[in-house]
Every structure is written in C-alpha cells, then in structure tokens.
C-alpha cells in the first residue's frame, strides 16, 4: 500500500517517510514508526492526516506518527507535531476531543498466587465503587466556590481532599498540573459537563484493569519501578470527560474563523488552528490545560478510590497493600517544551494525539528516582491480551520530541468492531481466558474486543528498534472494569 507511492520510501526496517512532494504545501516530511508487518495496517486516511500536519504554518522539524496510527480527527492518532512558539500554531484537532486522555500505573504488596479466590469479590467491588459509562456522573462534586480548584490544582485538588499521597504527584507528568490553565476560557456547557465527573472512569476504551506482572525484561529497571515478576499492578485509563470533550468542540468552532482571519491555508478542514501567540490560541491553550489539570484530578481521585476498594475487599490497610504509583502520562495534549533542532534549543509547541511522552534518562522534568532510568512509559494494550511498561530513550529526544506510542492501536473502527461481534459473548470468551469482565454494556466489550486493536506486541517491536523506548515488564489483564 504505502510502499506503491512514488512519494513514499522506507528510510529503515522501522520508518517510512512521507515525502513534501507527497502533498502540495508540506513544510517537511512525515515520519512513520512502522515495520513491514505495520505497515500494512496503516489506512491511508491516516497517511494522509500525517502529511496534511506537516502543511500547518510553523512546523518544527518533521511531522511525525507511531506505530500505533488509525485515522482520527484531524491529526492521525498517534501524531506528533511541534510547532515553533514563536511563528507557528496550535490546533484543537492536534490534542483531541479528550483532552489528557491519560494512563496510570498503580504497583502493591500483592501476588497473583495468593489472590485467585478473590478475584471475582474484587471485581465486583471495583465495578460497584467506580463509577463508569456514558456521561455518568456519581462523582465528586466540588462546591461553587471551590469549582475552578481541580481546573487549576490537577492532581493536587484531589490529594488535598483525602484522595491520594503528596509523591503521588511527584510521580506524575508535569507534576499532576499544567501553570497555565485558564478556567474563565471554558464555557458554561464545558463546566456543566464536567459537574459531577470527577472520580468517574468513562466509556468508550477507558478501562480499570488488575493485571499480573507477567513478564520482567529489564530487572534493574523494573526494581527502580518498583516491580517484580507475578505481583499484581492496577491501571487506570481516562481522561476529561465531558469537560474536555466540551472545550474541544467549542474551539473547533472558534479555530474555523481564526484560521480565515490569520490566512491559514488548511489541507483539511479539521486542522484548524490559530497562531499560537494569538489570542485565540491562547485562550484554547488556558482551556485545554484547564481541561487537562481536570483529568489528572480525576485520574488521581480514581487511585484513592481504588485504594480504598481494595483495602475493604481484601481485608488490608492501605499501608500494607502498599499501592505505589509508578507514574501517569498524558496521551492527548499540547505542551510547550524546549527541544533542540538543527543544533539550537528551540522552544515549541509539542502536539502529542495519541501519543505518549517518553523522556531518556537525565531529563531535568523527571522524578529524582528516574533519572538514571527514564521516564516511565506506560503502553496499554487490549483487554485481552496483554499491556507494557517501558522506559523512555535518549533518542526518543533527539527523533521525536521524547516521544513514543500510547498503545496497541485500533484495527477496526467501532462500527465494525460491533458488527463482527454480533452472536458472541465477549465477557465469556474472556472469562475462558482468564480475565473477569464488569461492564455496564454488551456494547461497549463488542467495540473493545481484543480483535479490534493491532497486536500490542508489534507496535512494541516497532518503538524498541527503533531505540525510541526499552521494554521493562509485560503485564495480563485479569479484572477489566469497562463503561
């Protein structure tokens, strides 16, 4: 497919590139992280949105997609994009409609030895004390004077109200909050969504999953995280929920008419974007780190949530369980940072959709335990088969604005996903295998069954020669908790 275009070469084993005569008004090229294996995967939709952002003013370097790529909105998802601070722009379509969409990865005291009879008493706890689906509420509910706390606080609202532990946040991206967020940017709808929200999982591919460490590859760096081979870990995978979801939709709308009034010729229309220095720009950029301080507090008070539930379930002090956050990356967000391009420190905006921060060892914005190691990387996968924990690599900085993939990808559309799913019974076929289900719908486990992503275990290949990030332990799922 990819390899038919004149306009497309593989540079190596584990890159293709797009080339500027690909697409009319290409600043540069795009990069794919793919092998030949992934390279069939690849719709050309999402080739086309990789080489449609390397047309959007102010691009830095290349534009670029992991393994994990499928078609999104306006940017591929598993697209990165920095854009000069200076003379580029920001683009809504670059973050997406969940704005830090985000995985945590919890450690404990626990075995899966000692465990297997309490399994199904666990599930139904977590399924019953976290509050998951479509637009469900049920969650915390800050009071009217304290309403714009977690847009500005992040995790630390929640640690402050009894919901986590102060090194929570040191192992935390950017600490658990961005500095500026702007919740008087956020509309009245935005912040009517997110009322009731925090503390609550979602639908869709958010998920609580208790996994077994199944696998070490890196034992050194694996002590450092805290992990041994058979112990039971927890992550969790949400984000904003409707707030974010909200703040998106609404600068979409505003970005369409920026784009007019600044003279930015777009490839498509979904990549509308204003100049980062606007004033549009930067009211979207206020929102949506508005927007991304609110999922860290969420994903923070879903951990002192799951803390609480295993404790009763098992009959254990919190202390004993021993319940360790290894770290919490964002996948959907835009971050200004400084890389070095072309030999000079460059400060940029850095799109990552669908793709995951992935600092090597001795970035200044990692936690001290990490410094030797890099920064954690934490690569769901489906839910029944299997999910990474890796570390970031120096030349992930040089290659890709320390970045990497966000998880296995999806194959199939949702549509189609369900379609295929039709006569089975998804929950039982998991439960042949192991892993206990909860879900408030046949639905949802028919769009998230393990056939609709690509093999986790490929896109791993992919980022690990391509020296992006290392592996460090492959977990299994064992108790899904789905909306």
Known sequence: MAALSPHIRRLDSCRLEILPSYKRGMKASAIIYADAEIEKSIEAGALDQAANTATLPGLAGNALAMPDIHTGYGFPIGGVAAFDAGS?????GGVGYDINCGVRLLTSSLEKKGLEKK???????????????????GGLRPDKRDREAPLIEGAAWAVKHGLGRAEDLVNTESGGALGGANPHA???????????????????????????????FDEETARAFGLFKGQITVMLHTGSRGLGHQVCADFIEVMRGASLRYGIELADPQLAAAPFRSTEGQDYFGAMQAAANYAWANRQALTGLTRGIFASALGLGEKALAMDLVYDVAHNIAKLEEHVISGKNVKVVVHRKGATRAFGPGHPELPPAYARTGQPVIVPGDMGRASYLLAGERRAMAETFGSTCHGAGRLMSRHEAIKRARGRDIAAELAAKGVWVRSSGRETLAEEMPEAYKNIEAV?????????????????????IKG
């Not at 399994?119 to 004390?129: D, R, V």
């Not at 935005?190 to 869709?204: F, H, I, M, N, W």
């Not at 791993?460 to 899904?480: C, D, H, M, S, T």
């Open 460 to 480: 791993i290949n992919v980022v690990e020669a391509a020296g992006l990030a290392r592996k460090v332990a492959r977990f299994k799922p064992l108790i899904v």
């Open 186 to 216: 956020l509309s009245r709808r935005a912040l009517e969504r997110g009322s009731g929200q925090l503390g609550t999982l979602g639908s869709g591919n958010h998920f609580l999953e208790v996994q077994e460490v199944g696998e070490i």
């Open 119 to 137: 399994l199904e008493a666990l599930a139904a706890g977590l399924y019953s004390g976290i509050p998951a689906g479509v637009g469900i509420g």
């Open 88 to 92: 580029g722009v920001i683009s809504p």
